[in-house]
């Protein structure tokens, strides 16, 4: 199994991208996929999740209103749109994957970020400048 995260690097304050999390090796169907961040020195942070059958969302507070979690099935990909970006989203971004069946599903996807997940992806850099 393997989450792979691609899109990341170098943009301005203000300005936007779009990360990628293409997913391989097994049936995601029954998966939430989520998005975490570690900055420099700090803890890692929940930022987004996605139910896959359902398409169902949920944000971090802190991204509410700049970021989009979507799910293109077909390809096996969850996106994360940021725009807006500010100095203090410069982090490493990590996609994961937890099987929603392995606790109630309707805990999700508001829950999701709190639950251990079963699947990780090496991460990839976003630095946002000033």
């Known amino acids: 199994v393997q989450l792979v995260e691609s899109g990341g690097g170098l943009v301005q304050a203000g300005g936007s991208l779009r990360l990628s999390c293409t997913a391989s090796g097994r049936d995601f169907d029954d998966y939430a996929i989520a998005w975490f961040r570690q900055a420099p020195g700090k803890e890692r942070e929940g930022v987004a999740c996605?139910?896959?059958?359902?398409?169902?969302?949920y944000y971090r507070d802190s991204v509410k209103g700049r970021a989009t979690i979507s799910s293109d099935n077909a390809k096996n990909t969850v996106y994360l749109e940021m725009n807006s970006l500010k100095p203090e989203d410069t982090a490493a971004y990590h996609c994961a994957a937890v099987f929603v069946l392995k606790y109630f599903s309707a805990t999700f996807p508001d829950r999701c970020l709190d639950y251990g997940m079963d699947y990780w992806g090496r991460g990839t850099l976003v630095t946002v400048s000033s």
């Open positions: 996605i139910t896959r059958r359902d398409g169902s969302t």
